[in-house]
C-alpha cells in the first residue's frame, strides 16, 4: 500500500480552493428578481438624491423668514411639481417629501402656524434652510452605493429597488449536485432498522443550500457499489457546476469515492486536510465541474461545510469575502487541541450579559452528531496551539452568521 502523504494545512486548503475556483458567469435580471443574487457590476445613484429640494415636515415653504403673515399661494403633496414660484410674502403649503417651490427658504412645521383662509401666520422663528434637504444632500449622482460581490440581503435589495434601476448584472447561480452513498443509510420517513443511520447530511446541505438560493439536485442514497457511484456522479456532473458527495471516502472496503476522483481525467485539488473532524475530504475539478468528495461522519460532514464547502459556493457564487465570519468570544471553559492539526471545536453560547461567552460542549467526538441541536458555533484551534485558558479570548464561528 502507498504510504499517506501528510494531510493539507488548514489555511493552505483553503488557499487552494480559493485560488482554483471562479465564479460561474454572469447574466442581466430584473431587479425585483435579484433578491439572494450578487452582484457582478457597482452600483451608483443615477440621478442626485433627493433630485429635488424636499420639504422635511408636513408644513408651509414661505419665501422669506420674519415675517408674521404669508398668502398661501399653493398646495404640493409629496410627487407633484410646484406650479409657481415663490415670491415675497408668500408661501406654499408642502406636504412631507413635496419638494419645495422656488424662492422657497424654510418649511415651517404646520403646528407652528396658523392658517385663516389663505393666510398663514407664523407662530414661531424659522431659519433659512430649515425643514428642507437639499438637492443631492444624501448622495450626488454617479455615487457607489453598492459594490460588485455583494450579496443583497433584503437590506441590500431595497437599496437597489431605491435607486430605481429595472435591470442589474448578477453572477449565475451555481447548480449544486448532492449524491448521499451508502447502504446504511436510511431516508426519514422509513422504519427504522438496527444498524442504520437515517440521512441528515443531505438536510444539513440542502437546508445551508436553500439559504444561499442556491438549486441544487439529489441522488441517493445510493449502494456502496463503485459502478452506481460512478454514474450517479457521471449523471450529476452533466448538469451542475458543483457535485458533492457524502460518504465514502476513507479507507474501507466500500469507499469508492477516493479512487475514482483519482482516476484519469480529475485534477485532485485537495486529498485530506489537517482538520478534526474531516479529514478524509477530497476535491477534484474535471472540466468546469468540482467535486467535493466529503466524509460520511455528520459532524466530519458539518466541519468540511463551514471551512472550504461555504467558501467554495460562494465564491462560484461571485461573492467577494467567502471566509468563515468569526468574531471574539471569551472561553468559559479551556479547551485543548492536539499540535499538528486543526481542531475544531463545539460550542455553546452562554446566555447572559457582559461579553460573549462560550463554552465547549461534553462531546467532540467524531461519531456524535446530536449535540449540535445545542451548538451554536465552532472555534478553531491552530495547529501550533494545544492549549487555551478560560477566560481567554477566541475566534468564534456563529452558524447563524455565515448565509
Ligand atoms: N482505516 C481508516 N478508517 C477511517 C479513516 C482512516 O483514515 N483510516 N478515517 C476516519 C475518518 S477521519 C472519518 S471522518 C471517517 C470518514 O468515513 P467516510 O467518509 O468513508 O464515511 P462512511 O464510512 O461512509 O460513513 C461514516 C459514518 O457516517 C455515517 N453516515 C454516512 N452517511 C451519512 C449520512 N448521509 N447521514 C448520516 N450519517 C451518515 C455512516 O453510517 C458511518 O457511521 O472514516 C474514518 N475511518
Ligand atoms: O477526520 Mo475524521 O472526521 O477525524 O473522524
Known sequence: MMPEKRPLPLPDAQQVLIDAVIPVGTEMINSVAALGRVLAEDIFTPHPFPDTRRSAVDGFAVNQPGLSHYQIVETL??????????????????MTGATVPEGGVAVIRVEDTGVTDNLLELKADVAVGENINRIGEEMAAETRILSAGTRLTPVQHSVLCCSGIAQVKVYRLPVVGILITGDEVLQVGQPHRVGSVYDSNRHFLSGCLAQLGVPYKVLGPVNDDADTIRQSLEQLAKECDLVISSGGVSMGKYDFIRPLLHSNGF?????????????????????????????GYPAAFLVNFFYYLLPTVKRLMGVDDVMPKVRPAVLATPLKGRKGRWDVIRVQLDNYSGPETVHKLASQMTSHYLNFGSCDGLVLLGDEIDQRQAGESVELLEFSAQF
Open 267 to 295: 485534477e485532485v485539488l485537495v486529498n485530506r486536510t489537517g482538520i478534526k473532524p474531516g479529514r478524509p475530504l477530497i476535491v477534484a475539478q474535471r472540466d468546469a465541474t468540482l467535486f467535493f468528495g466529503m466524509p
Open 77 to 94: 403633496g409629496a410627487g407633484e411639481l410646484p406650479q409657481l414660484d415663490l415670491t415675497a410674502g408668500q408661501a406654499a403649503a408642502v
